[in-house]
């Protein structure tokens, strides 16, 4: 029996071999040495995990303005010095300097839970724990109710948003539930949307926040809000508009539940206890990395991505996987192309939360780099591979990149989509900062829709989301159309397409460099 056994055992490791093998294997169109070492230094030697989990455990989200902020950048300046690679802090601008503490927020009344909830980006905090009832933006049919229902919530906290009817992900809805039901919930939810437009109306608002400040003066000492993103346990957490009480993001299941019990007069009661520490205006700052070109040190290639990121998580796909796969890319080429043709410059950059600020800066700040940008390569969406990179109306580019292309392994190429020559992009991220002033600037899309439900800007923004696999494949693409474009004999043509029905391609726009 042990002998038949172990001949079965044998007998399919031979028949899996074949199998296995071509899954590890991979092909390369050319022999040249460069992109085959750029391969073993990315997909097998890969250093993309160890660096994620430096970044994002330790340090973790990167609000502008942070002490967090400022740590991930002297953290990547140690990467860079490690490895031989000239690095500096650059300056932009100024921005309101903000510490998160804890946030512990509990139901006391009718029945003790602990809610999640986090305050939102540079709310005031408390001074130690606080207690209050809650109340909710009323019914009103005139200002003057408005500010009369003001004069009964000194000590309470305020919720301010719609209670969502279901935290249940519409598809599930769709799945599962009967037609009816699903046609039903999204009656209900119209209906309870068009209601509370009604409140804010009569109140003579058109946005919630537009009463904060009446709700401040009032004596209140909370606000309680929630915007939830459509999926299980996410909403979308970004900053506070108060000036004097702590705002609050509550997850979609507990906002329901304390709303629930303040419209059927249960009296819910709530102590939280918050802290923060404003730290008034501190320097903004990005962190230019730069490999010296050899044969043309004045044109450049960029590798580009944002440090910066909100603060409800770990920011880890908005946009850590960025940051790692330019830091990745950096140190694959150090290790295998020290001497490249033209000059590759990295940008983490600060402030794109803001704006694109910090990107913006850079493109305005340095304008030897817009005239001899030969491409800038930007990634700032999520965990999945690259499948899509628009070519940005530039008409002459897409050969280019066909020429790039046909010398990277098929193992990266065929999930990737190139839109020639592309459409506008308004907006979008921090390529856009060198699209604006004529510069050919690129965004290595990850697949979106799930990335923007579950992780952008969300209290879900974690170390978890990240496959590591795509992370590995993605610095690795970077680095070789990096080397690629570094040693492209021609620079890529600036000449964009003329748009149909008078569009206009993007415009430059100041970038707001202080809080003010």
Known sequence: MRALREYLITSLALVLAPAVNSVCAQTFPTDDPVIEAIWDAGMENSQAYRLAQALLDPIGPRLTGS?????????ILEKYE????????????????WRRGITHIDLIEPRVRTLEGITLAWSPGTDGPVEGDVVVLPEVASRAEFDSWLETIRGKFVLLSLAEPTCRPDEVWERLATPESFAR????????????????????????DQALSAIEDAG??????????AGWGVNKVFMSVTQRIPSLDLSCEDYGLVFRLVEN?????????????????????????????????????????????WDAAAGATDNGTGTITMLEA???????????????????????????????AFAEDHPEVIDGLQAAFNQDNGTWRIEYIRMMGFT??????????????NEITRHIELDIPGVPERGGSDHMSFICHGAPGFRLQSHYPMYRQYTWHT??????????????????????????????PELLPRDQRVLPDGQEWPGCYPPRRTPN
């Not at 002490?67 to 002297?74: G, K, M, S, T, V």
């Not at 919930?185 to 919630?208: I, K, M, P, S, Y």
């Not at 209140?220 to 993103?229: K, P």
């Not at 923060?276 to 290639?301: F, Q």
């Open 396 to 409: 002459g580019v897409g050969e280019h990149f066909a020429n790039w292309f046909s010398k990277i392994p």
């Open 330 to 360: 950096m140190r694959i080429l150090r290790q295998v192309y020290p001497n490249p043709k033209r000059t590759i410059v990295v940008g983490h950059w600060g402030g794109e939360e803001l704006g694109l600020v910090g990107s913006g």
């Open 67 to 75: 002490p967090e902020h400022n740590e991930a950048i002297d953290w």
């Open 220 to 229: 209140a000492i909370g606000i309680l809000t929630s915007r939830w993103s």
């Open 82 to 97: 490690e490895w031989g690679i000239s690095a500096r802090r650059e300056q932009y601008g100024t921005w309101n300097g």
């Open 459 to 488: 209290n879900r923004d974690t170390f978890d989301k990240i496959v590591f696999d795509d992370l590995k494949n993605n610095a690795t693409l970077t680095a070789m159309l990096a080397y690629l474009a570094s040693e492209d």
């Open 265 to 309: 007069g249960q009296a819910p009661r709530i102590r939280l206890e918050a802290e923060s520490e404003a730290l008034g205006i501190v320097p903004a700052y990005n962190l230019i990395g730069e490999i010296r070109g050899t044969e043309k040190p004045d044109e450049y290639v960029v590798l580009s991505a944002h440090l910066d990121s």
């Open 185 to 208: 919930l999204q009656e209900t939810r119209e209906a309870a949307r068009d209601a509370w437009g009604a409140r804010l109306n009569g109140a003579g608002f058109r946005r919630a």
